[in-house]
């Protein structure tokens, strides 16, 4: 499904309702708060975020953590907000950030800690383990790309974002969006090449 930007919600500026959402007109959008604000957002767009940094993390609970800081962050800096009908932009710009900080953070943790791997036990697979499978194995191939293509093919193919919103999502050149999607896409094929392969 194709993203929707916080102004077609009618979270900040409300041309239409979503359910659950409620809809207010520009005069009261104005006597809003932070409270009411990152509440509408988080009705909306709370699920979404978590996927997209799931995507990025490999890791459903740092996900939502992550999701959680940046709607606190939000909250805190609510009133020194440039432009709140961005509210939605800047909430995955610093999801986004904060996702890559958290790989940083795991990549230094993995360097100095020995780490041993479980390997789980054989099953007879049916199809909600081939479901999970193959979640896993993206999730898996995903993880090995670098943050900038990973986060790069994370806003298209999930969010399905424009290049010029990906671009200023990552605060880079459309041209390095172009790029980073084609070489992310090029070493995912790779990366799943053996596991489609298997499944045959």
């Not at 007109?25 to 006597?31: H, P």
């Not at 009705?43 to 740092?62: E, I, K």
């Not at 999701?67 to 020194?80: E, G, L, P, T």
Request: net charge positive; charged share 30%.
């Amino acid at each position: 499904m194709r993203a929707t930007s916080v102004t077609s919600y009618g979270l900040l500026l409300a041309p239409r309702a979503v359910p659950g959402v409620r809809v207010v007109t520009e005069s009261a959008r104005e006597q809003w708060g932070a409270d009411e604000a990152l509440d509408a957002l988080y009705l909306a767009h709370w699920r979404g975020l978590v996927r997209l940094s799931t995507l990025l993390l490999n890791d459903s609970g740092a996900a939502e953590e992550v999701v959680q800081d940046a709607f606190v962050a939000m909250h805190a800096r609510w009133s020194r907000l440039r432009d709140p009908d961005k509210a939605l932009a800047y909430l995955r710009q610093s999801v986004v950030n904060k996702s890559r900080s958290v790989l940083r953070h795991r990549g230094v943790v993995e360097r100095h800690v020995a780490t041993r791997r479980v390997e789980p036990a054989p099953t007879t697979p049916d199809a909600a383990t081939l479901e999970g499978d193959r979640r896993d194995a993206v999730l898996a191939a995903m993880a090995r790309l670098p943050e900038r293509q990973r986060a790069v093919l994370a806003l298209r193919h999930y969010l399905e974002l424009s290049e010029a919103e990906i671009a200023d999502t990552l605060r880079i050149s459309r041209g390095a969006v172009k790029s980073h999607a084609s070489r992310g896409s090029a070493r995912l094929r790779e990366l799943l090449a053996p596991y489609l392969e298997a499944e045959r």
